[in-house]
């Protein structure tokens, strides 16, 4: 079945540094979304990018679809402590089903 | 309007029992789906129902079932509890063909197995 990939597992910035995460599916996906889980919360939608080689922003953050629609990052510029959270892809496949990624946690140190 | 509600929030239940977990979606949202959350797997499908049908399902055993209502509140139920089925169970509820709103998640009903 369909897997979604993501790294890293686990990142620790300084407040202000700026902040990567990469998703890699094995298969071609319709669409990717973003959501944000706050630590003790449940995930929220951020995006959702349909067209290879999308490039979205909002604020702070640039979300892009890779060329071959299996690969999507999701970049912060300089992070605030409000930015603190598990950022998760996830992949729409022909079926509809909304394939998770493994999560990047993102840390800030004031 | 109101979110996507999940009952109970918290639930402690002993090996070898049943347990059903409830969820209402927004208002006009047609399919829900089922998340199992845990630390060491992330978010885990388990199954979504459009118009009170099955249409994904994911790869868990035949011990975890759900089911939608006309109204599209689903519930699911995990029959022969184990340990390893303590987790954050979620559900989203979304409208099919508008993804650009994505999924709105519930709150979450953490299981805990004793």
């Known amino acids: 079945g369909q897997q979604v990939m993501q790294i890293p597992q686990y990142q620790h910035v300084q407040e202000g540094e700026d902040f990567t995460t990469y998703c890699n599916s094995s298969t071609t996906l319709s669409n990717i979304q973003w959501y944000k889980q706050r630590p003790g919360g449940h995930p929220v939608f951020l995006i959702q990018l349909v067209k290879s080689g999308e490039v979205k922003k909002q604020k702070r953050l640039t979300f892009q679809f890779g060329e071959a629609k299996k690969n999507s990052s999701l970049h912060i510029t300089a992070t605030q402590t409000t930015d603190v959270g598990t950022y998760f892809c996830a992949g729409l496949d022909g079926n509809e089903k909304l394939t998770f990624g493994t999560g990047t946690r993102l840390t800030i140190i004031p | 309007k109101a979110g996507v509600t999940q009952t109970p929030r918290y639930l402690i239940k002993t090996r070898g029992q049943q347990v059903t977990l409830s969820c209402s979606p927004i208002?006009?949202?047609?399919?829900v789906s089922w998340y199992q959350q845990t630390p060491g797997q992330g978010l885990q499908f388990l199954f979504e129902y459009f118009s009170e049908t099955q249409r994904n399902k994911g790869n868990f055993p035949g011990r975890f079932s759900g089911r939608q209502f006309s109204n599209s509140r689903s519930e699911m139920n995990v029959s022969t509890l184990e340990l390893g089925d303590s987790a954050l169970y979620l559900c989203?509820?979304?409208?099919?063909?508008?993804?650009?709103?994505?999924?709105?998640f519930g709150s979450g009903t953490r299981l805990t197995v004793v």
């Open positions: 989203a509820s979304s409208i099919p063909g508008q993804e650009d709103y994505g999924y709105t």
């Open positions: 208002s006009g949202h047609r399919s």
